[in-house]
């Protein structure tokens, strides 16, 4: 599906529903009318180091997606449970459309799903704060498996040339306890991800964001990758992984140069276990 298309879904979704020509942001996004855990916190800073909060000014989901957040994460779930892992990260998103159509086990995506899908994908990402850049343009953006290698034991993949290079001089100079955690990450990868973030956040899109990259805006697409301690667990996705041998190698060898720094402009929480590559 391209842009010209969604371009007219749009302009049709606008007519039929009646709303201002903001699409992005007045058909698909709401202010946050609950609570806020402390009205007086407005800046950036500690709503990045409290990136899980609620905030009175964070833009969430209208009420009337919520069941299409639904249902679209639970088909992409399907997908992946079908292609396994590995191949999902790799799953543009044409692709995913015919194995929709081809397995009943995962069902075709409704019209409804897919203007859902492309709405979260165009919109401006700025209205709920996150300022990254968006180095995939396009929802039908793809990679291409002989650019790509798959890593022993960890069930991602890495782009050859640079991300390769970095990710083996690494291996051997911070030694056997550093392991690739996320490689690449295609649109349906990043989908999957963010729309799981948006619905454990009850629809808040400003606190997804916070945590996540939107789907387009992950360097994940283009060769950055994550990497942590090996027995470590979930805990390599959190500041406790800065406390780990890996990470002072990393950090004394100057491989992390931070992609979303502490107390950075971009929106984005500290993570520390993200190597730039791009």
């Not at 968006?134 to 991300?163: A, C, F, M, Q, S």
């Not at 890996?246 to 500290?270: C, S």
Request: proline share 3%.
């Amino acid at each position: 599906m391209h842009r010209r298309t969604f371009l007219k879904q749009a302009a049709f979704l606008l007519a039929t529903a009646n709303v201002p020509t903001a699409f992005a942001k007045t058909s698909l996004l709401v202010k946050d009318d609950t609570p806020s855990f402390d009205f007086h916190i407005k800046d950036r800073l500690l709503k990045k180091r409290h990136f899980d909060k609620n905030y009175d000014e964070d833009i969430l989901l209208d009420k009337k997606y919520l069941p299409l957040l639904e249902t679209s994460l639970k088909r992409l779930k399907r997908v992946q449970k079908t292609v396994g892992y590995g191949n999902f990260c790799l799953l543009n998103f044409d692709d995913a459309l015919k194995l929709g159509k081809s397995y009943a086990s995962i069902g075709a995506f409704s019209k409804q799903e897919l203007n859902f899908l492309e709405m979260i994908f165009y919109s401006r990402v700025n209205d709920y704060g996150f300022f990254g850049e968006k180095p995939i343009k396009t929802i039908t953006g793809k990679i291409k498996k002989k650019e790509v290698k798959k890593i022993p034991y960890t069930g991602n993949y890495l782009y050859r040339g640079r991300p390769m290079e970095v990710y083996s001089n690494i291996k051997k100079q911070v030694g056997n306890d550093v392991i690739l955690t996320s490689g690449v990450r295609s649109v349906m990868k990043q989908f999957l991800l963010f729309l799981n973030k948006a619905k454990n956040s009850r629809g808040n899109l400003s606190m997804a964001s916070r945590s996540l990259a939107p789907p387009g805006y992950s360097f994940h697409g283009v060769g950055d990758f994550d990497v942590g301690k090996i027995g470590y667990g979930i805990h390599n996705f959190t500041e406790q992984f800065t406390k780990t041998d890996v990470y002072k190698k990393l950090t004394t060898l100057g491989y992390l140069k931070f992609r979303y720094e502490r107390d950075n402009n971009l929106g984005v929480r500290f993570e520390p276990w993200h190597i730039e590559v791009v």
